[in-house]
């Protein structure tokens, strides 16, 4: 995977325009509810921040994981469970589900780094069918209801989330948060020895890095940050259902990453504008959306590896030559 | 009579749809191991491909009168092609790059057959008539064998065995084996080491179709039939590992039992027991039971 995935990124030129890109992406989301309705846009938020959790790991560890939803879907119930049955304000309800994605991205990821490559796709797929499993059973997650009617709360007791502005504002933050911590974290040392785990990993264990602990940390981090994508969802939405938990909204985001560009940093967030754009606009089609999911899957796979963001930035490269 | 405080009836019923749902785990993750072993890639699309097995079976009875015993021939061969055509223009492609493109790539081709058989026929199962031959079944006393089930068995065992007796005792599977270990070496040889990659491919995906036919009779025959499968026989491939052929074929089949017996024993379980089991093996063995850490 690791091949088309060199990055623009590190050189001067390059710092600068992602600098540039970055304000950019903050303006057209902050400016987005004048032209598009408020809720569509904060779900884009939610997944963007998911895609861009998810590309954590397999863009800058080259692990794949095929499991995500269990963090997603798991933070979900949590912080609705928290708001709604313990009453807990909003930002107390979003940390106790980010809290639980972290614990369960623990667990689960001390099993999966145990296998590479396919089997760890397999491992963690397997893992989060379990989850799906045990999210049917137990009686909090209401089944195949789901958690309806979440109260949305007081943020600090005190600003009312029912007003769309001042959801929009705290989804705002938190994606643009959950990006720039992800940036950071990618252009640290502790990235760069991601990335070197990711292109040989047999030469980062001869250099003395000790490169499970630094998959599980990559691992913990990157089900943090979709579980924290999972309790926002459920507060916007206000309803926490099984369809986060299932493998299919795994494969979705999966997706997302692969058609935005694997591996660069805005990719995940143009992925999934594009993805949840589609789904919006073809929601009448019904099952036709999964055929087209599997379509654009097949032309990503077999033309189109670099992903949208990743041709515009092979694009500039053979320019600037 | 009772054994353990169970209802002997209850616990042999149980033991014998573990057996049945064994026999699919092994079919399946046969094919798997199969086309894992010579083109390195997890073949994603094989729970879609046992769908098509069972749906192709449905259409040949319903609009050509083409009975059970006919579509057992003819199903497999027929998706076996499509698998062909799908190696041939897709899959073939991308040996170079790095072999999660090919999960991804299947994983893609699933969800568009999977989208395709529900825009055509819903999402409710349609009901497929059993051959005559096979109805009925025995009394045995302590519990009611339907014949069908027995059947099921049967062929599959018969199946897997064949399988294994061509790839561990024939001289095409020895090359087969040996393009595993090192197909520039063979193809060297003058073995046509592509081919053989595209006729082992369709192999494993008649195998997947093969399965779908016998699955029709007894389960409903629906769009997500193969969908949860396919995961459940993931984690069946990562207990046993993919290095022996005939490890996935017991793994299959004592899984399934174990499955069964877990339904007895404490039915909340059931659906999660053997993922509970992957995490156990991974986390005392991770290469697996018969596997070797590559």
Redesign the interface.
Known sequence: ???VLSSAAGTRNGLQRERIAFVAMAAVFAAAPLVVYPLFMMKVMCFALFACAFNLLIGYVGL?S?GHAMFFGMASYATAHAAKKWGLTPELAILFGTACSALLGFVAGS?AI??Q???F???T???A??VY??C??VPFTGGEDGIQAVPRGRLFGWIDLSQVWAMYTLVLVIFLGGFLLIYRVVHSPFGQILKAIRENESRAISLGYDVDNYKLLAFVLSATLAGLAGATKALVFQLASLTDVH?SMS?EV?LMT?LGGLGTVFGPVVGAAMIMSMENYLAQL??????V??????L???AF?RGVVGELIAWQHRREK | MEIFGVPAQALFGQLLIGLINGSFYALLSLGLAVIFGLLNIINFTHGAQYTMGAFVAYLLLNKLGLGYWAALVIVPLLVGATGVVIERFMLSRLYQLDHLYGLLLTFGLALIIQGLFRNAYGSSGLPYTMPEQLRGGQNLGFMFLPNYRVWVIVASLAVCLSTWFVIEKTKLGSYLRAATENPALVQAFGINVPRMITLTYGFGVGLAALAGVMAAPIYQVSPQMGGDLIIVVFAVVVIGGMGSIMGSIVTGFSLGLIEGLTKVFYPEASNTVIFIIMAIVLLIRPAGLFGTQK
């Open positions: 995977m690791a091949a794949l095929f099993l145990r296998r490559g396919i089997y796709a397999m491992i797929l397997a893992l069918q379990m499993f045990f049917l059973q493998w494969g999966v692969l019904g099952a036709w959306v999964t055929v999911q599997g379509v654009i899957f097949v990503c796979v077999l590896r």
